[in-house]
């Protein structure tokens, strides 16, 4: 029976700029298919910042096509507005592929650290050069987009838990 490959898009949401990365992985193997960020103007009021995120995002899932999402926990800081502000950033970002019927992952920010470099307190420069590793044709232009990516391995790694949580069969 031949097998498919499953593709992931990687969220990692912001209200400036929401990264974005999709990845294929067919048994073990990962594949780098695209990544990019999503802006939205600061100068804009929000709901149309939301908007904005919400047409960019809109677009991705429907050119690269997804079969699951896997999307960044909000970290929580000390400044509530902003926390909130990014809460509903990431709403979005669970929205629109939950809207073209994919199930949506969520991944704490260290998980995703732990799993692509191996520490839960890597920093940027650690992920993106993991990322290289990890998918040599990749070449993210932002932090946000290496992130993204990130998610997108993390999701791949540990996809068959939430196959089994859900009840489908998985598809590797």
Request: aromatic share 4%; charged share 25%; with cysteine.
């Amino acid at each position: 029976m031949p097998q498919h490959p499953t593709r992931i898009l990687g969220v990692d949401p912001g209200l400036r700029r929401t990264g974005w990365g999709v990845i294929e992985v067919l048994a073990n193997r990962l594949s780098f298919i695209a990544c990019g960020t999503v802006f939205s103007d600061d100068k804009e009021e929000l709901a149309h910042r939301l908007l904005a995120l919400h047409k960019g995002l809109t677009e991705v899932v429907t050119s690269y096509e997804p079969d699951e999402a896997a999307v960044e926990q909000t970290f929580v800081n000390k400044d509530a507005t902003a926390t909130l502000k990014l809460g509903q950033a990431r709403g979005i970002a669970m929205l629109v592929p939950a809207q073209a019927g994919l199930f949506v992952a969520e991944y704490a920010p260290n998980l995703v650290k732990k799993t692509v470099v191996g520490s839960g307190h890597a920093d940027k420069k650690q992920i993106r050069l993991m990322i290289k590793v990890l998918l040599p044709k990749a070449d993210p232009k932002s932090d946000d987009a290496a992130d993204a990516l990130a998610i997108a391995i993390t999701h791949a790694h540990h996809r068959t838990s939430h196959s089994w949580e859900r009840g489908l069969p998985v598809r590797s």
